[in-house]
């Protein structure tokens, strides 16, 4: 038997959440033939550009949220302009509320929904974040979480401050190595803690709740020897990590009923989190006040009476972490 779906649509009868694909794959790239102001080339590719691209992201989203990490630690604030919906959704979707008169001040919309519908006119799903929108024709580029912050590492390099870290190994070996890692933490941490959150059945949360803490127990295995997960260097999927893992506690135990332990009771994987929290570009990034303002105030299946918990204390956060020893 299956219960009311957050999303109808990506609720398969076995009572998995099935995501939806990204239907915006639109790529800016520095081997784009189209000139400055220009849109997409015969291979539809955007010009890179500074200050034409506007990233619209939730501080509560964790997928928005490495973008929001990745765009800083390179050092491209200024290339790339950043927008910041209401952590509140309602049927109509992100909304620019926390600006003035309600509407973006670069896009001048008050919906994403708007951009996304002026960008394809029969879009018929969720309209999210994160989202690169260009700010001379309000097109929606890339809703494309993935590839956004791989964009940024590879592609806006011009732009890169002088001491930006290298966030994708360049060695093909340990390359492939990240690779596999990131999808391994993509299937059963990232989106695994949705799985088990918006799960309609019993049996379809039971699985995703056994994956999900079957492969932290396997990170935080493979974190006892090597301070970051591809060695002494933060990559990509450091990155990718810590967006779920600092939400844990804070939503995905309760909310989502990821409660076999918090993340604080996990010794290394706690370290780990708190080392990245705080390293420049992560801790600043995290608004907890938005994460659960939107989770429990937006997924009404989920907790219809919309209360949003006090806890739990987030001090801990800044606490030594021990993991430069
Ligand atoms: N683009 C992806 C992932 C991004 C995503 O799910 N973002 C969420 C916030 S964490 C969102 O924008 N949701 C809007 C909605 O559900 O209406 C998807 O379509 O599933």
């Given at each position: 038997m299956t219960h009311r779906a957050p999303f109808v649509a990506e609720s398969a009868?076995?009572?998995?959440?099935?995501?939806?694909?990204?239907?915006?794959?639109g790529r800016i790239s520095a081997s784009s033939r189209s000139g400055p102001g220009d849109g997409p080339d015969a291979d539809g590719l955007w010009p890179v550009e500074p200050g034409r691209y506007r990233l619209v992201v939730s501080l509560a989203c964790p997928w928005a949220h490495r973008s929001v990490i990745v765009r800083r630690?390179?050092?491209l604030e200024d290339a790339i302009s950043l927008a910041v919906v209401d952590p509140i959704r309602d049927e109509r979707g992100w909304r620019f509320w926390l600006d003035e008169d309600h509407h973006d001040a670069l896009l001048g919309i008050e919906f994403l929904s708007e951009a996304y519908l002026r960008t394809d006119p029969a879009f018929t799903g969720r309209f999210t974040v994160p989202a690169i929108v260009d700010t001379r024709t309000g097109l929606v580029v890339t809703n494309d979480y993935p590839q956004i912050t791989l964009d940024l590492s590879t592609e806006w390099t011009a732009f890169h401050a002088p001491d930006a870290p290298d966030l994708l190994p360049s060695e093909p070996s340990v390359r492939a190595e990240h690779d596999a890692l990131v999808e391994d933490?993509?299937?059963?941490?990232?989106?695994?803690?949705y799985r088990a959150g918006?799960?309609?059945?019993?049996?379809?949360?039971?699985?995703a709740y056994a994956q999900l803490f079957d492969r932290l127990d396997a990170l935080s295995d493979r974190l006892r020897t090597r301070r970051f997960l591809m060695g002494d260097a933060?990559?990509?999927?450091d990155v990718r990590l810590?967006?779920?893992?600092?939400?844990f506690d804070a939503v995905y135990h309760g909310h989502f009923k990821c409660n076999r332990n918090k993340l604080t009771e996990d010794p290394v994987l706690w370290a780990y989190a708190r080392d990245l929290y705080q390293t420049a570009g992560?801790?600043?990034?995290?608004?907890?006040?938005?994460?659960?303002?939107?989770?429990y105030a937006t997924h009404d299946t989920i907790n219809p009476t919309l209360v949003v918990p006090l806890g739990p204390d987030t001090s801990g956060w800044t606490t030594p972490h021990g993991r430069d020893s």
């Open positions: 009868p076995s009572g998995e959440f099935v995501r939806q694909p990204n239907r915006f794959n630690l390179l050092g933490i993509f299937r059963d941490v990232n989106n695994g803690v918006f799960a309609t059945s019993q049996g379809a949360y039971e699985q933060i990559t990509e999927v810590f967006t779920t893992l600092v939400r992560f801790g600043e990034t995290v608004d907890f006040d938005h994460i659960k303002r939107h989770y």
